[in-house]
Structure formats: structure tokens, C-alpha cells
């Protein structure tokens, strides 16, 4: 079971980047998803997250600007960033709450990261 970001870049002040995260490798039941940052000297902070049942939250910082939405049959989570600020350089992670079914049918619970992606904004 494995996630895999993709998506980030370098931008000027004002631009947008999407970036884009995939869960692979088994038949969820049950997904929930979201993007963190960190930025180089703070904490890791959550930016937005999705739930299996399509609902959404934002930081304060980004409410407006950005847009968290999935392809559930192809899991795969989006974030849509416009009007990106200097202050939102870091490295994004994109992070998942599982659920799946083994084959003895029993249900395994579990929490997965993917690599990160680096947004650079430059002013």
C-alpha cells in the first residue's frame, strides 16, 4: 500500500499549482485523505483534507485559494492551489487513513504518507 505525490514546482506570487496524490496497491473500503506542509524551522500543519464521504476542511490560511477533491474510483486526491503566497513554500506531503478487507475478511486500519513535493514561491 503505497502513496505518491506529485505536482509541485516552482511559481511566482499569484500563480497556481496542482498537485496530485494516489493510494495504490489495495481495494480500500475506506479512505480518508489530506494534504500537510512543512515549511524549512515549523511544524508539519495540515492544509486540507478529504473524507471517504466527500467532505472537506481547510486551514484558515488557505481557505479561498485552495481546492481539495478526489477521484474516489482511481483514489486519487487533488489540491488545486491559486493565488500561492511566499509564505506557502514547503514541502507538501499528502497523508491516509485506510481501510481494507484482507483475504481472511478482516479489516485492516491503517495510516500511510507519501514522499513529498516540494512548491517553491517566489515573489
Known amino acids: 500500500v503505497q502513496l505518491q505525490a506529485s505536482g509541485g514546482g516552482l511559481v511566482q506570487a499569484g500563480g497556481s499549482l496542482r498537485l496530485s496524490c494516489v493510494a495504490s496497491?489495495?481495494?480500500?473500503?475506506?479512505?480518508?485523505m489530506a494534504w500537510y506542509r512543512q515549511a524549512p524551522g515549523k511544524e508539519r500543519e495540515l492544509v486540507a483534507g478529504i473524507t471517504n464521504g466527500g467532505s472537506t476542511n481547510y486551514a484558515d490560511s488557505v481557505k479561498g485559494r485552495f481546492t481539495v477533491s478526489r477521484d474516489i474510483p482511481k483514489n486519487t486526491m487533488s489540491l488545486q492551489m491559486n493565488s500561492l503566497k511566499p509564505e506557502d513554500t514547503a514541502v507538501y506531503l499528502c497523508?491516509?487513513?485506510?481501510?481494507?478487507?484482507?483475504?481472511?475478511?478482516?479489516?485492516?486500519?491503517?495510516?500511510?504518507w507519501g514522499q513529498g513535493t516540494l512548491v517553491t514561491v517566489s515573489s
Open positions: 497523508g491516509a487513513d485506510y481501510t481494507y478487507y484482507n483475504d481472511a475478511d478482516e479489516p485492516v486500519v491503517g495510516r500511510l
Open positions: 496497491g489495495k481495494t480500500f473500503s475506506r479512505i480518508d
